[in-house]
């Protein structure tokens, strides 16, 4: 049975685009307006005080890879009965954890914000507020990840993108609202984003239940096996998730301590740059990672291996088109969005735009890893050496008078060895052929990156800045990188495809 379905993973891809392009316009302005309205110090408290919530996330991090995993394998064999038993294994797992993770925020994060944070002593009463709104924000979107994943496991990317746009929708008007705020605006802003997160999260589980009979809890006990197993396959997991939220949360919390709340507000604001740009690689990550699994599960290890080459490739093509400009005219871009723009908030960007980038070739290769199953020594290795990050940032700024880039650049060069490591992991564990994969994909995509900056960059450097250039380094970015993608990225069948399929549009 043919696993690997190109066309299924354009349309998924397509939906998700789509999906994700409103929610970027919606997202960016409405940034802008809270930020002008909430001002530095408390749009800097939000992001690092709703920050501490997430940072004990590192758990349902690594439930929901797990949780994604079992669900496609489940659906690669065609097996109604064992979804059925690893979506109740899951969902019983989801509910101790958010309580878990409610008792720890509660103890060890509500210390933190109350004795280490730097937080004005007049803000302290807003921040507890809001800390406790972010916890049931939090919780919400925990439950709900068995339901989301299995709407992701069958690739029902429609109903993930409709809900997706219509969360988006609402959390606009949360804007209106707020300049309108009958109380505190930072606390009344952390309760209507708590009611739309609760929201959103409440339809996942609702759809669930109506459409897929899976998805109710049923009678009947527990499978033990499969709960031990997800719990042995989850353990090693934490490591690699405790690394993410680390190198996220960790360094925004490190700045709060050694630079106070307003150089969060340029970590946020380049947090917001990033994220939405990302989203463009995690959309596309959605759409074939539960292809990867299946294949790989129903044994179809050449198809799979084809899909992490092509997939791993077009994920840094599809990013690397919007980075560039972003990159080059990165201060002229943040003029034009934001009323006031916090200091740093340019090179923060800069920087973090080049680790997405990076970044965007190791879903393929984490989601390989996955489905066979050999997840300890992987988390292991690019799990500690994320989890450095943070120390060798610390002992910097403990040592050294250095500006707040620097932690930033840190994140950049252990970005750089996660991800050679990542390759050499995937080798060591999955028979991934090294040589082929650099041939296939490391060399395309460098040489691509060089052909397709060159022309955007000669433009900046002979003009004056302004929205002119902007606007031109855009145009001439889409043409040297759609043309150095089609003549050297893609290799002559995905160039024949490629031209096939707009011919016949």
């Not at 800045?465 to 380094?473: E, I, M, N, Q, V």
């Amino acid at each position: 049975m043919q696993m690997v379905n190109n066309r299924r993973i354009a349309k998924n891809t397509l939906l998700l685009y789509l999906r994700m392009g409103l929610i970027m316009l919606v997202s960016l302005w409405a940034s802008r307006i809270v930020l002008h309205t909430l001002g530095d110090t408390d749009f800097g408290l939000y992001n690092v005080v709703a920050g501490i919530v997430v940072t004990f996330s590192f758990l349902s991090g690594v439930m929901n890879s797990s949780c994604n995993r079992y669900y496609a394998i489940a659906l690669g064999k065609n097996d109604t009965t064992a979804l059925h038993a690893v979506f109740k294994v899951n969902l019983s797992l989801f509910v101790a954890l958010t309580l878990l993770i409610v008792l720890l925020a509660e103890s060890a994060g509500l210390w933190l914000l109350e004795a280490k944070m730097l937080i004005p002593a007049d803000r302290m009463a807003a921040c507890r507020a809001v800390y406790q709104l972010s916890i049931i924000s939090f919780a919400a979107s925990t439950l709900a990840i068995p339901y989301r994943s299995v709407i992701t496991a069958k690739e029902k990317m429609k109903v993930y993108a409709y809900c997706s746009v219509v969360e988006a929708l609402l959390r606009l008007l949360v804007v209106f609202f707020l300049e309108k705020a009958p109380c505190d605006k930072l606390v009344f802003y952390a309760f209507l984003y708590m009611l739309v997160s609760v929201g959103s999260n409440a339809f996942y589980v609702f759809y669930c239940r109506h459409f897929y009979p899976e998805c109710c809890f049923g009678k009947g006990p527990v499978d033990r096996e499969l709960a031990k197993e997800v719990l042995h396959f989850n353990g090693w997991g934490i490591i690699g998730s405790l690394a993410s939220i680390g190198k996220n949360q960790g360094l925004n919390i490190l700045l709060n301590l050694f630079y106070g709340p307003a150089v969060n507000a340029a970590r946020g604001v380049a947090n917001q740059v990033y994220v939405n740009v990302y989203q463009f690689v995690q959309n596309y990550a959605l759409a074939f990672n539960p292809q990867i699994v299946k294949s790989y599960s129903a044994g179809q290890h050449s198809d799979c291996r084809k899909l992490i080459y092509q997939s791993s490739k077009m994920a840094f093509f599809l990013l690397y088109i919007i980075c560039l400009p972003l990159i080059l005219e990165m201060d002229c871009v943040l003029d034009l969005w934001l009323v006031d723009v916090p200091a740093h908030s340019a090179a923060f960007a800069r920087i973090l735009l080049t680790v997405s980038l990076i970044d965007a070739m190791y879903h393929s290769l984490y989601f390989l890893v996955q489905a066979t199953g050999k997840v300890k020594w992987y988390n292991i290795a690019v799990g500690g050496c994320q989890l450095m990050i943070v120390l060798v940032s610390y002992i910097i700024l403990k040592t050294s008078s250095t500006r707040p880039e620097t932690v930033m650049l840190v994140l950049l060069i252990f970005s750089i060895l996660a991800q050679i490591i990542r390759i050499l992991m995937a080798k060591h564990l999955c028979g991934l052929p090294l040589g082929e994969y650099c041939r296939k994909v490391l060399l395309p995509v460098g040489c691509t990156a060089l052909a397709g900056a060159l022309p955007a960059l000669l433009f900046t450097l002979l003009l004056p800045a302004g929205t002119s250039r902007l606007l031109g380094c855009i145009a001439i970015s889409l043409l040297s990188n759609g043309l150095a993608v089609l003549f050297i990225g893609l290799d002559k069948n995905e160039r024949s495809s490629l031209l096939k399929f707009v011919r016949g549009k």
